[in-house]
Nanobody
């Protein structure tokens, strides 16, 4: 099983990034896919989740209207489009796959929002 995140980096406040998570080794189309993040000195929190058929469920009030989660069940990839980034969005972003008791994590991609 592999979840490989990419797309992180350094961006100025107000900028945008698109994170990708490429999945392999499991039946991607059956899994809920989520993005979590962990800011320095804080716990990991759920940012957004998509159902197996692509319905997006946003969990964090602070990201509503700015972030969009989507998935491509042909390319086995989940995305997180992040717009209007703010310094408080600085964190390591993790991809998560879940189906019943099967849970997989990626290694994370770092996002730094700073001028």
């Amino acid at each position: 099983v592999q979840l490989v995140e990419s797309g992180g980096g350094l961006v100025q406040p107000g900028g945008s990034l698109r994170l990708s998570c490429a999945a392999a080794g499991f039946n991607f189309r059956s899994y809920f896919m989520s993005w979590y993040r962990q800011a320095p000195g804080k716990g990991r929190e759920l940012v957004a989740r998509t159902t197996p058929v692509g319905d997006a469920i946003d969990y964090l009030d602070s990201i509503k209207g700015r972030f969009t989660i989507s998935r491509d069940n042909v390319r086995n990839t989940v995305y997180l489009q992040m717009n209007s980034l703010q310094p408080e969005d600085t964190a390591v972003y993790y991809c998560n796959a879940r189906f019943l008791t099967n849970v997989y994590w990626g290694q994370g991609t770092r996002v730094t929002v700073s001028s």
